[in-house]
DNA sequence: TCAAAAGTGTTCGTTTTACACCCATGT
DNA sequence: ACATGGGTGTAAAACGAACACTTTTGA
């Protein structure tokens, strides 16, 4: 352990995941190991963006008692911030995280702890859905927490304004747009001014919002998501309108469906037709696509 | 202190300044103080950014003598790091940071000092000249390094490719246009691969590279740039040219003149005009304007 | 035959880039 | 007169948003 005599340093870990919420309720024995809050779908919704919790540890945090936190864990004697994260989500989650990891920022409000003076390196990371659905549930209870899906920002849509207001919204929190105010900066708002208030116990809600709108940059202009992320989640071949959905849902954000496309397939893209045709689902059948690297494993930490 | 068993916990900062490098050497006894590295302009050339640096202490870094790092202390026991930030600046330069600071992230490569494992917390911030001015030379050595100018942009675009590939470029390093290269990233180059090689002794360097893109950030859009860093250097009343000169030197790259001017100045814009004529330059006299803010003050610490 | 999803043509307004020329001043 | 820096007109190109219509499938 590496508490000094008045501080302890830990690392918290965001690790999202993308699944079909469809699919999800199929899969699983237990849903209550999925928290959709108030926005669970009615009806099939397609793609739903998730962030891996665990149940607050009853010995440390009495106070927090039923609430869910982010995995974390002490920073160790002779590890990097990096092999911390990894070991954590290993012994915590029993997760190998082999994608990109990313670190947030240091949260040090000396009350972010009841316990004490306790410095939080937040790192972030994406992972496959079926390397953490193995983990789900059982004793642990690890579980997720919905941060986005369309359902909720059509309903978000519906009680606020109209999503071009915004610079992305998830469940974890939003900015508006910079322009129509005289402020001429962004304005956010996080779960506390949020209708449905705070969802995960500590300061984990922040540390989501912000990973978030790290993960936000992985989509933006002629980025290639996967290689940012260490991964794609969408499987070798897949459809276009797979990675609209993925890219909307990340990004928190409509994007039109036929400009998405002409830029996503100009000049020096990322994607290669593979001239496989899938008529896995109705309408007209599409060309699947893959990714220009077979493998996107990663071997360095950083 | 706060120094545990195992690791120390630092704060590092890169505080930028800007000044005008005619006036400059006429304000200075010693010139020594200010360091330009081989990219000493010749002829006047305007402003110059420049970052704060001391002598590494001979006691603590036998090894780096004569190298000149960034100021930095240890973190205290009941402070935040945002506090320590701002009593690190009194008690190494004399400087009350009464401008915004943020946080630049953790370095923890564990060989990352010689002296041991010291976990470095960056901040960055950037201060008035006149601030600055006054600390400079004396017993501490307080003194600038350049950062960028207009000389040192023309001299790199000569001696590479022109500034239109980049993402932007300065003395610390510059990252290449994501679009060229079929790898769909930003590629960057630090000072390790640059002919200047390392400027700033530890892995300082690294520092302020990262500082200057969160600085860039700044200059982006829309945004306020005077807002965001809770300063503004160009003094009560100035003209758009020397906004202009301004943003170019932070941002390392070249803006048009007319279609800065008249996106500026398009609706919902920070600026007022003061209705007054400048004629103090040659040329045609021009109009002065202000911020619609008379005072930026930071109050709060984030 | 119809709904669903994909593919594509076209329009329109805005943003960005570029160039050009004129203006008002001090020297 | 002219160099200097400021102000502005205008045009082309690039980009983004929007809309509409066609295509191809399964039910």
Redesign the interface.
């Known amino acids: 352990m ?6 302890s ?1 830990a690392v918290d870990l965001v690790i999202f995941t993308v699944v079909d919420s469809d699919k999800l309720s199929k899969q699983l024995w237990d849903d209550s190991l999925v928290s959709f809050g108030p926005y669970r779908p009615k009806s099939p919704e397609g793609l739903s963006l998730f962030v891996v919790t665990l149940p607050a540890d009853e010995a440390l945090y009495p106070n927090l008692h039923g609430q869910r936190v982010l995995p974390g864990g002490y920073l160790g ?2 590890e ?2 990096a092999e911390a994260s990894r070991r954590i989500a290993k012994q915590r989650l029993g997760l190998s995280l082999n994608t990109k990891i990313r ?1 947030l ?2 949260f ?3 009350n972010r702890d009841p316990r004490g ?1 306790v ?1 939080s ?1 937040a790192y972030w990371a994406m992972v496959d859905f079926v390397e953490i659905r193995k983990y789900l549930g059982g004793r642990d209870q690890i579980g997720l927490e919905l941060v986005n899906s369309h359902h909720y920002m059509n309903t978000f849509a519906k009680e606020n304004f109209p999503l071009y207001h915004y610079d992305g919204v998830c469940r974890f929190g939003n900015r508006t747009m ?2 129509p105010s ?4 962004h304005a956010k708002t996080l779960t506390d001014h949020l209708p449905g208030g705070r969802i995960l116990g500590l300061d984990h809600d922040q540390m989501v919002f912000y990973a978030w709108r790290a993960l936000r940059h992985a989509f933006t ?4 998501p996967f ?2 992320l260490g991964l794609n989640p969408l499987g070798l071949e897949f459809r276009i309108s797979e990675l609209h959905e993925f890219t909307e849902i990340c990004r928190g954000e409509t994007i039109q469906r036929d400009y998405f496309k002409r830029q996503l397939l100009k000049n ?1 893209t ?1 994607l290669l037709n593979t001239g496989k045709t899938d008529r896995s689902r109705p309408g007209k059948p599409t060309q699947l696509y893959k990714h ?1 690297n077979d493998n996107l494993d990663v071997t360095d930490t950083e």
């Open positions: 590496t508490t000094d005599i008045f501080t340093s004697k002779d990097t911030l670190q920022g240091t040090d409000e000396p003076r410095l390196f910079p322009s005289a402020l001429r900066g202009g002629k980025l290639d290689r940012f020096e990322y220009i």
